[in-house]
Each structure stands twice: as C-alpha cells, then as structure tokens.
C-alpha cells in the first residue's frame, strides 16, 4: 500500500530534550516535506527537499532540522524543543504537485 | 509572498443542499491551487487541484471547484451535501513559476452538514 508514515504518533517530552519524528515513503517520490499545524493558522511548511541531499526552509524553519540522506526517509529534528512548538506535525510526499500525508505526530512539550 | 484566505471559519449547510466553501489567493506568478480535506484524528486527503486548463476541475467525493483568475478565487463546491462531507477543509497555493515548490495553505473552514 502506498503510504506516508510518520513516528511516533504520539510524544510528550520536556524542554530541552533532543527528539526526533521519523518520517518514511514508499511511493518513491523526490519531493517530501514537514509541517505543523496549530489552530486558526492552518498548516504551515516547516522544511522541504526537492531530492536526495537538497533541503529548503519553509515559512517557519527556526528550531527545527531536518536531512535527507535517503530518498524515502524525511526526519524532523528538534535540537532543543521549546513549550511552543507543542503542534500538530505532518509529513509529507508529492508527485505532480499532489502531496500525500502522513497520520500526524502530536507533540507535547513541557 | 504567497497567501492563501479562507474567509469563513464555520460553514453549515443542511443535508442535499449545495455548499460552497471560499478561497481567495495571492501569488507573483501563476497559481497551482489545491483543496485538501482533514477528517478527525486524520491526515490531509487530496480533493483536487487546478493546474491549467478549465477553469471548472472536477475531484473526488463528487467535488468540484472553480478558478476564477480575475478574482484571484478557487472555490470549493458540492451540488448536494452529505452527513459525511463534516470535516475540515483546506485551500493552498503554489506559484508555478517558483521552483522551489513551497505550498501555502489557508487557515481551514470546518464544514458542518446537517442532517
């Protein structure tokens, strides 16, 4: 089944703690990308990558890393997660300018 | 810089009747233009896009929407609601001519079908 999958779906942690959100395709598409999404304000780009070891900021880049050393694996790093990037993530793949979610990662930081 | 409104938050229709949700859009050059729609606890689904071509696109659950360019719109209708159309929906926006293909979307208007 052609799917975005993202890990985990779910994180509390505290301010400070070095995380990771995984996200991985199997639709073999160049593009990928990571978003949060807060009320009222949509969903807004985080990180992009045209291709393998091409990476771009979005409209709210601060705080957050991201790699691309494979093409089907897109990770979202937080160095440092800070109380306000307590969001709703989500990852993504495109083909022909169609982007194809994943679940969502909820995270909580403390 | 690319913009997208969605200038109402909460529309209701009742079940059968025809319901329209509203996009306006700023970009530099020409739009690609996207309807998403989020289900609870769900990840965004494609509903369709406007890349050229007819103004009028058809999508999928019996969508369709219409690119109006002297408008700047890209509304989002249906002839006849259903219970399980309630969800939240979103409009974005790429400019076609930036090839870095960052997407913008609106805010999102929760639609509420009544039966």
């Known amino acids: 089944e052609a799917q975005v999958t993202q890990n985990p779906r779910y994180l509390i942690t505290v301010t400070g703690k070095k995380l990771t959100v995984t996200c991985s395709q199997n639709m073999n598409h160049e593009y990928m990308s990571w978003y949060r999404q807060d009320p009222g304000l949509g969903l807004r780009q985080i990180y992009y990558s045209m291709n393998v070891e091409v990476t771009d900021k979005g409209d709210v880049p601060e705080g957050y890393k991201v790699s691309r050393k494979e093409k089907r694996n897109f990770p979202l790093i937080l160095e440092s997660p800070s109380p306000n990037q307590t969001s709703l993530y989500f990852c993504?793949?495109?083909?022909?300018?169609?982007?194809?979610f994943g679940p969502g990662t909820r995270l909580t930081v403390l | 810089a690319q913009s997208v409104a969605q200038p109402e938050d909460q529309v209701n229709v009742a079940e059968g009747n025809p319901l329209t949700v509203k996009c306006t859009y700023s970009?530099?050059?020409?739009?690609?233009l996207f309807w998403y729609v989020q289900y609870p606890n769900r990840g965004l689904q494609f509903l369709l896009k406007?890349?050229?071509?007819?103004?009028l696109v058809k999508g999928s659950y019996g969508f369709e929407a219409e690119f109006n360019k002297s408008q700047t719109s890209f509304h989002l209708k249906k002839p006849s609601a259903l219970v399980s159309d309630s969800a939240l929906y979103f409009c974005a926006v790429r400019d076609k001519d930036n090839y870095g293909q960052n997407f913008v979307f609106g805010p999102g208007t929760r639609l509420s079908v009544l039966p």
């Open positions: 406007y890349i050229t071509g007819d103004n």
């Open positions: 970009v530099s050059g020409n739009p690609y």
């Open positions: 993504a793949s495109s083909y022909a300018d169609t982007q194809y």
